[in-house]
């Protein structure tokens, strides 16, 4: 065994005075062997990118110095000289964030911002420099490189503008990429392509990647080892057989047992009434320029949609697919164009003014950011109560229910006077199901509500919301990008691709025998795809 | 939160003094704001040559003790500027928030008034309204309260757009929330830091705008009097009697200056930009 591409001995990253705890990362250890794959997977606050930025020099600068060594290449990062820091980053060195958009900068095309590193750290001319930015493009397969050169970020999707950073960091053909959740804010099918971009090119350069993801799928597919952190501690660090399969720590055994499987639920749920009938719904986005000449994008093209009592209806699909616009049309915050929506036997479409208002406690929505649905300024108990004093109940009924519905989500009764700030994004993600449910829907829509939460929260949340369906026995919207969440908790799947339903049924029988090519492409793209039940394999070498 | 730097305590000690001496100033004052005393004119302050501890601050042409003068000018100064940019504030938010609401044409021909309003030197407008109808103390009032409407719509306009975008006012939306409750319980709470920082910054605004038209002689009408009006009539006497114009033009640079740089700290600690989300 060679020595270690990069060595962490005792690395901790102190957090300032006031700070819940002392230390974002504490006596952290672990090495990356060159041309290495190692993911470092953890939960919101686990210091696993403070861990990547220390690698960077790129701590945010009202952190106080770290401690400990970081060996690169026989020197110490840590203790590395500003000048001699600029040297190695982009150089031996370089990272791919998580926002490819945000990234890059929008006021230059793309092929300035990928020349820039050649700039700085070559001497090559101007045409060199443009045929190595062709050949790198050509590399991170985006399709016609010279067409991309001239390109604004915009102009590019999500997972385009990610092999744009991949080929920036890979330029001057660093010997260790870190990689700070790269594929978190890209779709499935694009995921699964950037992964497999990793993969090889990791086994043409032999670079070392340092992966962080919170996604054991992720993990499943590209990991020679795995490095599970929790609260700035490393807990488990082996090879990826090893801790998939046989975990060692208990918190490793939760984590993974937390990840939804791709496996259908299969006890069936017991249908009420219809609750939901939508016909036919359209809506086109017109964007306006100042010249008049605009751009449509037909988001729905008449969609129907049907939901019973009890029962829950997942809504898959990527983003662009129109899956949140028909959530809205449903619950008009959006107007549709054309069709029905018919909820509880009367027409929702077409009520204004009072008589919508009205109607609008039959349907709620949970939506996916809990940090911005609350409103900041309210207490929690007043925000719950809200719903039931504008439809009526006197207030100290409706402070009532909402005490309840408070415990019902597994929140503590004192939470009503605290505010929105003083909660996690679970728990506030809780106390918005309970907002919803206080006006005692018939149609819940639950928009990428679990998304943005931790695995083991994302867990809790879903059943929590399976156990309130099963007392008050709403019907269930349920919306997501992701299909091993919807497996877990839905009986019907409709998949929509660009605004339409493209295929729908009963969920066991969707995921056995998709009929549709796009729901193939999108089930074969689930990352780590039903690792837990597959014989391992060894690493790939 | 950190601690309050120097300037700022300094700048609202400043304020507080200001309105503490306008409230309750003419109780500590032994002469009337209409007395005259003829034998006494132009009297310098007191720690002059030829002042008396009868006036401490002298007295004007017609012999009326500066203080009592100045108590009485920042009543009316302050009073004035205060209805006024509450008026503007209020007026112009509403503006804001109904090209909000409807959008569209609404919107538009709102906004239309509000570039109107823009376009033009305000100095203009109070000087062809006050040549038109005379001057009146109602008409002046609300002429102040015309002052700076439009940069409250605007702002008032897009904090709310932005505002209603918010997963949180949909959520009210979608609970059946009328209009009223949306933007008086939810919105207003969530946007007033930026139009008090508007406040803050219009208030010395509309303090000068009141101050020049009464120098020159189209503001307050005497027996009225204001620190504008008291800088104007020492203009006269500048060479012989300074005190008549510099004690109102120290009292109106101290005030303005402290309420600007109070309305700089307040930006700094309201800005949503600089508050970071607890996780």
């Known amino acids: ?541 | 939160m950190s601690r309050p730097n120097v300037i700022t305590v300094l700048a609202s000690g400043i304020l507080t003094a200001a309105v503490a001496v306008a409230v309750f100033g003419n109780v500590f004052t032994p002469h009337l704001v209409t007395d005259q005393a003829l034998l006494s004119r132009l009297q310098p302050p007191a720690f002059m040559e030829g002042g008396s501890a009868e006036f401490p601050l002298g007295t004007d042409r017609i012999g009326r003790d500066m203080v009592a003068r100045l108590v009485a000018g920042l009543q009316m100064s302050l009073s004035v500027a205060l209805a006024g940019t509450l008026i503007g504030a209020i007026f112009g938010t509403f503006v804001g928030f109904l090209a909000a609401h409807f959008r569209g044409l609404t919107e538009e021909i709102l906004m239309m008034f509000v570039d109107f309003q823009a376009s033009l030197p305000f100095i203009l407008i109070a000087l062809t309204l006050l040549a038109f109808f005379g001057n009146s103390m109602v008409l002046f009032v609300i002429l102040m309260g015309m002052f700076g409407w439009e940069t409250y719509a605007r702002l008032a306009r897009g904090v709310v757009l932005s505002a209603r975008a918010q997963p949180y006012a949909r959520a009210v939306e979608a609970l059946g929330a009328g209009p009223g409750r949306l933007y008086l319980r939810h919105i207003l709470p969530n946007v007033a830091s930026a139009l008090i920082v508007q406040v803050t910054l219009t208030f010395p605004q509309i303090i000068l705008l009141e101050t020049s038209l009464s120098f020159l002689g189209l503001g307050i009408q005497p027996p009225n009097t204001s620190l504008g009006q008291i800088l104007g009539d020492g203009r006269d006497y500048l060479s012989t009697a300074w005190w008549i114009s510099v004690w109102p033009g120290l009292l109106i640079f101290l005030i303005t200056l402290s309420m600007s740089l109070l309305g700089d700290a307040l930006r700094d600690r309201l800005d949503p930009m600089l508050k970071t989300r607890t996780t």
């Open chain 1, 1 to 541: 065994m060679t020595e270690p591409l990069i060595d962490i001995r005792h690395l901790s990253v102190p957090l300032p005075r006031g700070a819940d705890r002392a230390f974002a990362v504490e006596d952290l250890s672990l090495t990356l062997n060159r041309g290495e794959i190692l993911c470092v997977v953890g939960e919101t606050g686990s210091g696993k990118s403070l861990t990547a930025l220390s690698l960077m020099g790129l701590l945010p600068t009202n952190l106080p110095r770290p401690q400990g060594e970081i060996l690169f290449e026989g020197r110490d990062l840590l203790g590395l000289s500003r000048r001699d820091r600029l040297q190695l980053s982009g150089r031996r060195l370089a990272m791919v964030f998580q926002e490819p958009i945000a990234a890059l900068n929008p006021i230059y095309r793309v092929g300035a911002q990928v020349s820039e590193v050649f700039r700085l750290h070559t001497d090559l001319k101007r045409d060199e420099i443009r045929d190595k930015v062709i050949d790198l493009f050509r590399e991170v397969r985006l399709p016609d490189p010279e067409a991309i050169l001239r390109a604004y970020p915009h102009q590019l999707s999500g997972g385009q503008c990610q092999r744009v950073m991949i080929a920036t960091a890979l330029a001057l053909d660093p010997a260790l990429l870190i990689a700070d959740e790269p594929t978190t804010a890209l779709d499935v099918t694009t995921q699964a392509q950037i992964l497999k971009l990793m993969l090889d090119l990791r086994s043409k350069h032999g670079t070392g990647i340092l992966f962080i993801t919170h996604d054991f799928g992720v993990v499943a597919e590209i990991a020679d080892r795995v490095a599970v952190m929790r609260h700035g501690k490393l807990v488990e660090i082996g090879t990826r057989d090893a801790v998939l399969n046989d975990p060692q720590a208990d918190y490793t055994r939760q984590l993974i047992a937390a990840v939804p499987r791709l496996a259908p639920k299969t006890t069936a749920a017991v249908l009420g009434a219809p609750v939901l009938s939508a016909e036919g719904l359209t809506k086109t986005y017109k964007t306006r320029t100042m010249l008049g000449t605009g751009r449509e994008v037909q988001a729905l093209k008449g969609v129907d949609v049907t939901l019973r009592r009890g029962e829950t209806l997942g809504l898959v699909g990527e983003s662009g697919s129109g899956k949140s616009t028909l959530a809205q049309c449903v619950i008009r915050l959006v107007e549709p164009d054309g069709g029905e929506v018919v909820i509880d036997n009367g027409a929702f479409t077409g009520l204004t003014g009072s008589a919508l208002r009205h109607a609008r406690r039959k349907v709620q929505i949970v939506f996916q950011d809990p940090y911005t649905a609350l409103d900041p300024r309210h207490a929690v108990g007043d925000a719950i109560a809200e719903g039931p004093i504008i439809h009526g109940l006197p207030r100290e009924q409706a402070k009532a229910r909402a005490l309840e519905l408070i415990e019902a989500v597994g929140l503590e009764r004192s939470a009503a006077r605290r505010f929105p700030h003083e909660f996690s994004g679970g728990q506030r993600q809780r106390i918005c199901i309970a907002r919803a449910l206080a006006v005692r829907p018939d149609l819940l829509i639950a928009d990428e509500s679990v998304s943005a939460l931790d695995v083991s929260v994302q867990a809790q949340i879903l059943e929590l919301l399976a156990r309130m369906q099963k007392d008050l026995q709403f019907g269930l919207l349920f919306i997501t990008h992701d299909l091993r969440v919807a497996s877990r908790i839905c009986d019907r799947i409709a998949v929509m691709q660009r605004g339409e339903i493209v295929e729908q049924g009963p969920a066991a029988d969707l995921f056995a025998h998709p009929r549709n090519a796009y729901t193939r492409e999108l089930l074969s793209a689930v990352p780590g795809r039903d690792w837990q039940d597959r014989p391992s394999q060894g690493p790939q070498p």
